[in-house]
């Protein structure tokens, strides 16, 4: 398992080919398998594979959501915050578990952050989003996963990308000695 968190690594360039369904099957499977606080699940996804609305999703925020442009699918990630008060931490599992499923099936992925982002100095990402989607209010959007076949495949992580430093041993600043 740990082989697939070396490799996984945001793509952000992918290949005009689109993701078959039953890939994307297993996306889905993957996000509604993670766990949620006293199971209560309380996102909601929404597939998008229509070029203008992918277009639409990539100008949710100035910068960070145009890779979603050349994306063949996004999976938008919600939460119903009156279901849940951690909707936030359940929905990132789940939007976790969604791009670890895409790096096993050999597709590329890169989360866009909606939570807390802007579309400009008047409505949030999440407003614009909720508008152009017909979200229901109950309903705020955390993420937006792009999902792809890599154009490029860049080198995994190694052991020197551990911050072995930032571990302590039962309180803070103790040396975690990972001999």
């Not at 490799?7 to 398998?33: H, Q, V, Y």
């Amino acid at each position: 398992m740990l082989d697939i968190f070396y490799k996984r690594r945001s793509t952000r360039k992918f290949l005009n080919r689109p993701i078959e369904d039953e890939k994307i099957k297993k996306l889905l499977t993957a996000a509604m398998l993670a766990p949620s606080s006293r199971g209560l699940r309380p996102w909601e996804f929404i597939l998008v594979d229509d070029p203008s609305l992918l277009e639409k999703l990539s100008i949710a925020k100035p910068h960070g959501a145009s890779l979603l442009r050349h994306a063949p699918l996004a999976i938008i990630i919600a939460g119903d915050k009156t279901q849940s008060d951690v909707w936030v931490e359940d929905c990132s599992i789940a939007s976790l578990f969604i791009q670890l499923e895409a790096e096993a099936l050999g597709l590329g992925s890169c989360w866009v952050q909606i939570n807390h982002r802007f579309y400009n100095d008047d409505i949030t990402s999440n407003e614009y989003i909720h508008e152009q989607f017909k979200i229901p209010e109950r309903l705020e959007v955390l993420s937006v996963i792009g999902i792809g076949y890599k154009a490029a495949v860049r080198a995994p992580m190694s052991d020197l990308d551990i911050t072995w430093d930032k571990v302590s041993l039962n309180k803070f600043g103790s040396v975690f000695d990972k001999q």
